[in-house]
């Protein structure tokens, strides 16, 4: 089973605000406690997005449109 996560983010430079929705996983084999088995970007929002990898988590880095400075990273 999947379900959405939305996330508001902020961008440290300019302050523009925007959601980002996280696709998070739970897999037939999950055990409560366990974590999520998978969290990828369902929708980005207006934000940039510069990916490194993407299993079974997202890895890289959101950046805003508007000054160009990082909003999230994950490594």
Known sequence: MAYRDPEPLTCPSCAKRAEL???VGEGPNT???EGAAY???LDPGPWLERTTDTAPA???TLTCPACGATVLTRP
């Open 31 to 33: 055990k409560p406690g």
């Open 39 to 41: 969290v990828q970007i």
């Open 21 to 23: 929705v996280w696709l």
């Open 58 to 60: 997202w890895h890289g």
